[in-house]
């Protein structure tokens, strides 16, 4: 079955950085689950995948550490931290967008019990540049029409929510680790469809691609163009339960199998290809536009992080915390049905 390993990537008396050997069997055992559980009928399966899904770890661990500590989003936030004022038109603006985030209220939803007094989560955005026509100021001389790069900030989201900062990040470690699966398993499913024999396959591993991106394993929440839906997660189990014993029915040639094992430790023994990040910095006037350090307006230098991917996908990312008083209220289904009966 395909749901979270509870003991995967959490906290351990081993050496920082260096994953011990449950981890590694356990993330194996992922891998399998969730890219083909056929390839368990290679006996070498362990031994083929222990050094790539190590590097994987290693690299997952390390990028999610690293990252600085979560900052936070508010309005009374928004007048001291440039970068919110980059992010969001203005105070209103964040809190709306705040609020009317699809995973901000499915966790409100899902918590039991009174709320934590911040949710933590990886606030990530789009952006973009463009040559705008603008005005320049030199001296006493005034001049129009100047071509200048406007920065513009969208698509905001809000990844791998969680009550405290330290589950913040195990959630984020686990969603990257699966994002490479996810990759590895486009890789497996390619190569299948270039053979007429394999289109059955194909398709299979298709339906259970799609599941997996529905149930938002990995980072499909912050990456995919238009939001990725999650639906319930018991009737995904249940899809991804089907596919698998389908895929079982039908069973597969060694060479095929072994082609596809391959595959799996290719992805995983390049992490740092698939999912990365680095250091952007950029110095925006309180329009957005670039302006270059001796220009003599009023800037801010602002230190961004960008998550990127060689499959061309880049997001700007920025850890940080929703106080409790910035939440909009928890979904009430009692009043909810009572206003409906009337």
């Not at 920065?151 to 330290?166: I, Q, T």
């Not at 969603?175 to 190569?191: F, H, N, P």
């Not at 390049?270 to 001796?294: D, F, K, T």
Request: with cysteine; hydrophobic share 40%.
């Amino acid at each position: 079955m395909l749901h979270f390993l509870s003991s995967l990537f959490k906290p351990s008396a081993a050496e920082a950085g260096a994953p011990d050997k449950a981890l590694i069997d356990a993330a194996i055992e992922r891998a399998i689950d969730a890219t083909d559980p056929r390839l368990r009928a290679l006996g070498n399966y362990r031994k083929r995948l222990r050094e790539p899904v190590e590097q994987a770890a290693r690299h997952i661990i390390g990028l999610v550490d690293s990252q600085p500590p979560a900052v936070e989003i508010s309005r009374r936030s928004y007048g001291t931290d440039p970068r919110l004022r980059a992010f969001f038109v203005s105070a209103e603006h964040l809190q709306e967008v705040l609020g009317g985030m699809k995973t901000v209220k499915d966790y409100l939803q899902g918590v039991t019990g009174s709320l934590p007094e911040a949710i933590f989560g990886l606030l990530s955005m789009a952006w973009k540049e463009r040559t705008v026509l603008g005005t320049e100021q030199h001296g006493e001389i005034l001049r129009r029409d100047v071509k200048q790069v406007a920065v513009s900030f969208f698509d905001h989201r809000f990844g791998a929510p969680a009550g405290c900062e330290a589950d913040f990040r195990w959630e984020l470690k686990k969603r990257g680790y699966d994002y490479l699966l996810e990759v590895a398993l486009k890789s497996i499913i390619s190569t299948r469809g270039k053979r007429r024999d394999l289109k059955r396959e194909q398709h299979l591993l298709n339906r259970k691609l799609e599941a997996m991106k529905t149930g938002n394993w990995g980072l499909e929440g912050m990456f995919a163009q238009d939001g990725a839906e999650t639906t319930n997660p018991v009737e995904l189990e249940q899809q991804i339960e089907s596919v698998e014993m389908e895929l079982l029915d039908i069973g597969s040639d060694t060479e095929s199998l072994q082609r596809s094992l391959d595959e799996l430790a290719e992805v995983l023994g390049q992490p740092a290809h698939w999912l990365s990040r680095r250091e952007l910095a950029m110095r925006l006037n309180y329009m957005g536009i670039r302006v270059e350090e001796n220009a003599g307006e009023a800037s801010n230098l602002l230190d961004l992080l960008e998550l990127y991917s060689a499959s061309g996908e880049r997001r700007i990312v920025l850890p940080g915390y929703i106080p409790r008083t910035e939440l909009p209220e928890r979904p009430d289904f009692f009043k909810e049905a009572q206003r409906y009966l009337r």
